[in-house]
C-alpha cells in the first residue's frame, strides 16, 4: 500500500508510506494552497511536491499530514487536529514516537506551536519559506490591497473572530513563533519574490535574537533554480538528527 486516505472528525488525513521504512516519521504542514480529500492533495498534485515526497519516502520516511482546515492561519482548532494526527499515527504505525516536522509558508505558524507545546515529542522542524510572525505577515500584505481584504477575511474565518479586541489577541499570539525552544530547526528561504527578499530582512533581524538566546535555528538561502536540490539538503538535516532514538 502506497498511501492511505482518512478522515479524523470533519478533517482527511492521508499517510504516504515508504517501500523500505527507516522507523521514522515526518508531519508536512501545508501552506495556504495545501488540501486533503478523500482520493488525493495538493503534495500528490504539484509536479515539486510530489518530486519531494518521492525522495523523502525512498529515503525511507513515513510521511502523514491533513487537511487542517485549510487556510487556518495558525488556528486552534488546526493545532488540535495536527495534535490528533499524530497520536493516531503513533497509534495505528509502527515508527518513532519523535518526529519530524516539515512546513511551508502558512504551516509554520501551527508547527510554531506545536514546537511549544509538544516538544518531546519532535525530532526536528525544517521551515521552508515560512511566516513566522502574523502580525508581520499582515502590515507586509496592505500594500496590496486586493490581497489584504482576503487576508483579513481568511484569518476572521479560522479564528472564528470579527471583534479588533480578540483578533489583536490573535496577532499578538502569532507574533514571532519560534521562542525559547530547544528543537533542531533549519529554515530554508527561496528568494523567489520581492515579498521574498523583504521576509529575508525580518529573518536577519530574527536571527541575531536566536543567536544571542543560543537556540539551534539555522537558516539556508535558495535560489528558485536551486529548488530541486531542495529535498536533498532536507534528507540531510533530517539525518543530522536521527542519531539518538
Same mark, same amino acid.
Given at each position: 500500500?502506497?498511501?492511505?486516505?482518512?478522515?479524523?472528525?470533519?478533517?482527511? !488525513?492521508?499517510?504516504?508510506?515508504?517501500?523500505?521504512?527507516?522507523?521514522?516519521?515526518?508531519?508536512?504542514?501545508?501552506?495556504?494552497?495545501?488540501?486533503?480529500?478523500?482520493? %488525493?492533495?495538493?503534495?500528490?498534485?504539484?509536479?515539486?511536491?510530489?518530486?519531494?515526497?518521492?525522495?523523502?519516502?525512498?529515503?525511507?520516511?513515513?510521511?502523514?499530514?491533513? !487537511?487542517?482546515?485549510?487556510? !487556518?492561519?495558525?488556528?486552534?482548532?488546526?493545532?488540535?487536529?495536527?495534535?490528533?494526527?499524530?497520536?493516531?499515527?503513533?497509534?495505528?504505525?509502527?515508527?518513532?514516537?519523535?518526529?519530524?516536522?516539515?512546513?511551508?509558508?502558512?504551516?509554520?505558524?501551527?508547527?510554531?506551536?506545536?514546537?511549544?507545546?509538544?516538544?518531546?515529542?519532535?525530532? %526536528?522542524?525544517?521551515?521552508? !519559506?515560512?511566516?513566522?510572525?502574523?502580525?508581520?505577515?499582515?502590515?507586509?500584505?496592505?500594500?496590496?490591497?486586493?490581497?489584504?481584504?482576503?487576508?483579513?477575511?481568511?484569518?476572521?474565518?479560522?479564528?472564528?473572530?470579527?471583534?479588533? @479586541?480578540?483578533?489583536?489577541?490573535?496577532?499578538?499570539?502569532?507574533?514571532?513563533?519560534?521562542? #525559547?525552544?530547544?528543537? @533542531?530547526?533549519?529554515?530554508?528561504?527561496?528568494?523567489?519574490?520581492?515579498?521574498?527578499?523583504?521576509?529575508?530582512?525580518?529573518?536577519?533581524?530574527?536571527?541575531?535574537?536566536?543567536?544571542?538566546? #543560543?537556540? @539551534?535555528?539555522?537558516?539556508?538561502?535558495?535560489? @528558485?533554480?536551486?529548488?530541486?536540490?531542495?529535498?536533498?539538503?532536507?534528507?540531510?538535516?533530517?539525518?543530522?538528527?536521527?542519531?539518538?532514538?
Amino acid at each position: 500500500m502506497e498511501s492511505r486516505n482518512f478522515k479524523l472528525d470533519t478533517e482527511w !488525513n492521508i499517510i504516504h508510506y515508504p517501500d523500505k521504512p527507516s522507523g521514522f516519521g515526518i508531519l508536512i504542514i501545508g501552506d495556504d494552497r495545501h488540501f486533503v480529500d478523500e482520493k %488525493s492533495s495538493f503534495w500528490t498534485q504539484n509536479e515539486g511536491k510530489a518530486a519531494m515526497l518521492t525522495d523523502l519516502k525512498k529515503a525511507g520516511y513515513t510521511i502523514f499530514y491533513s !487537511n487542517l482546515y485549510r487556510k !487556518n492561519w495558525g488556528s486552534r482548532q488546526a493545532i488540535e487536529m495536527a495534535k490528533s494526527l499524530y497520536a493516531h499515527v503513533i497509534r495505528n504505525e509502527i515508527i518513532n514516537e519523535k518526529v519530524h516536522i516539515v512546513a511551508e509558508g502558512m504551516g509554520a505558524l501551527v508547527a510554531g506551536r506545536l514546537m511549544q507545546e509538544m516538544g518531546e515529542h519532535i525530532r %526536528s522542524s525544517t521551515l521552508i !519559506n515560512p511566516i513566522l510572525s502574523l502580525q508581520s505577515h499582515l502590515e507586509q500584505e496592505k500594500e496590496h490591497k486586493f490581497f489584504y481584504k482576503k487576508l483579513v477575511k481568511e484569518l476572521e474565518n479560522s479564528h472564528q473572530t470579527e471583534r479588533k @479586541p480578540v483578533m489583536n489577541e490573535v496577532l499578538k499570539r502569532n507574533e514571532d513563533i519560534i521562542q #525559547d525552544i530547544n528543537i @533542531p530547526t533549519k529554515i530554508i528561504h527561496i528568494l523567489s519574490s520581492g515579498r521574498a527578499y523583504k521576509q529575508s530582512n525580518m529573518l536577519k533581524q530574527l536571527s541575531i535574537k536566536w543567536q544571542d538566546k #543560543d537556540m @539551534p535555528v539555522s537558516i539556508s538561502y535558495m535560489l @528558485p533554480e536551486k529548488k530541486q536540490s531542495l529535498a536533498k539538503q532536507i534528507i540531510r538535516f533530517l539525518k543530522e538528527n536521527e542519531q539518538e532514538l
